[in-house]
RNA sequence: GCUCGUUA
């Protein structure tokens, strides 16, 4: 069962969704057992795919065979229907986790938090972050990602220069993440000398950029005409062997 | 073996 899980993991990544429910199936013919983790797997390769509907079979059909989603199954399909905008039916199934007694996880939070701050709806955000604070789950990295990002798209760098630090305080390390997130809200900002002290700060703490913090980097030097310097940067990436994009 | 975050 195991050997099968990996497999149609391995093959959900690589976009062959197709091929993963014939290896379903197939475990299914040779009689193995197939757990919550393997119907999520599935479910999770037809959500990436865009194919709510078929995810969605999968889903009624583990119920239908006794075996219960689990919490990584509805974090799942409320993430995938929050990315197609169905916001209405996301906070449906949050209710029913809630009825049904499941304790709603970091993750589960993140994905609403961001799914909120990628409309742009920071007080929103920071409702369910207070929400998540106030029944004890702990933010990650994730939220204050998501927290960092919706903060510079609202002009509120100030703002996201403060979660940074919070998020440190808090124990947590900062990742490349969060670094290029905080970065990009300096370069909308138009403020570059404090994003490249971001990134001398990075460099110091011994995260590498990558193509992501450079194509920032690059877009917020050309956003104040600065195209000459832009240029430097695609020399530098060269110079460390990051492929431009 | 399964879920969430950053640029374009």
Redesign the pocket.
């Known amino acids: 069962?195991?050997t099968y899980?990996?497999l149609i993991?391995g093959m959900c990544k690589e976009g062959r969704v197709d091929d993963a429910s014939k290896l379903f199936h197939e475990m299914r013919r040779r009689g193995l057992a197939q757990?919550?983790?393997?119907y999520?797997?599935v479910i999770?390769g037809y959500c990436d795919k865009g194919e709510l509907d078929v995810a969605f079979r999968y889903r009624d059909e583990m119920v239908r065979v006794g075996i219960k989603p689990?919490?990584?199954t509805y974090?799942?399909v409320v993430?995938a229907l929050f990315m197609e905008g169905r916001n209405a039916e996301a906070c449906a199934l949050i209710k029913e986790m809630e009825e049904k007694g499941l304790v709603l996880d970091?993750?589960t939070y993140?994905?609403l938090i961001?799914g909120y701050c990628?409309e742009g709806n920071v007080k929103k955000a920071f409702k369910l972050f207070q929400e998540m604070l106030r029944k004890g789950v702990h933010p990650?990295?994730?939220t204050y990602?998501?927290l960092i990002?919706v903060l510079g798209k609202s002009s509120r760098v100030a703002d996201a220069d403060r979660m940074f630090k919070e998020a440190v305080e808090k124990g947590l390390v900062p990742?490349?993440?969060?670094y290029?997130?905080l970065i990009?809200g300096h370069c909308a900002d138009g403020n570059m000398e404090r994003a490249f002290e971001i990134l001398t700060e990075m460099e110091k703490k011994k995260i590498a950029p990558d193509?992501?913090t450079y194509?920032?980097l690059t877009?917020g030097l050309c956003l104040l005409g600065k195209v000459e310097e832009a240029r430097c940067i695609l020399d530098e990436m060269s110079r460390r062997g990051i492929k431009p994009?």
């Open positions: 069962s195991y899980g990996t993991s757990s919550a983790a393997v999520n797997t999770n689990t919490l990584r974090n799942l993430h970091a993750v993140n994905i961001n990628k990650t990295k994730v990602t998501s990002y990742d490349l993440v969060m290029n997130a990009d193509e992501v194509n920032t877009r994009d």
